[in-house]
Nanobody, 124 residues
Framework: QVQLAESGGGLVQAGGSLRLSCAAS????????MGWFRQAPGKERQFVAA????????SYADSVKGRFTISRDNAKNTVYLQMNSLKPEDTANYFC?????????????????WGRGTQVTVSS
């Protein structure tokens, strides 16, 4: 089992940047493919980005491609989401998730472990 804890959210003006972190504890972090999802009030959880165990490959939602970058540091048991050129429509609660089996999955049902989320609010 792995425990996940997100941090780094906050209030930022449109065009600004934030870097989210997700610290993992428990079983070997490098065994898991990781993903970031977001959920706005009244909406379904939405895929944002994913990264493979060894950082060999990444995947992004079209809405964030070119603005967000996912990365991980297996020595620090942490996955990051660098968010640049933020827009008001990026406002949501951001979650990191871990899966042992599904590489670069966009389906939240394929992830076994979730953090509690960190709120990102982008003002116009």
């Amino acid at each position: 089992q792995v425990q996940l804890a997100e941090s780094g959210g906050g209030l930022v003006q449109a065009g600004g940047s934030l870097r989210l972190s997700c610290a993992a504890s428990g079983r070997t972090f490098s065994s898991y493919h990781m993903g970031w999802f977001r959920q706005a009030p009244g909406k379904e959880r939405q895929f944002v980005a994913a990264i493979t165990r060894s950082s060999g490959s990444t995947s992004y939602a079209d809405s964030v491609k070119g603005r967000f970058t996912i990365s991980r540091d297996n020595a620090k048991n942490t996955v990051y989401l660098q968010m640049n050129s933020l827009k008001p429509e990026d406002t949501a609660n951001y979650f990191c998730a871990a899966t042992a089996y599904y590489s670069l999955s966009r389906n939240p049902s394929n992830y076994d472990y979730w953090g509690r989320g960190t709120q990102v609010t982008v003002s116009s």
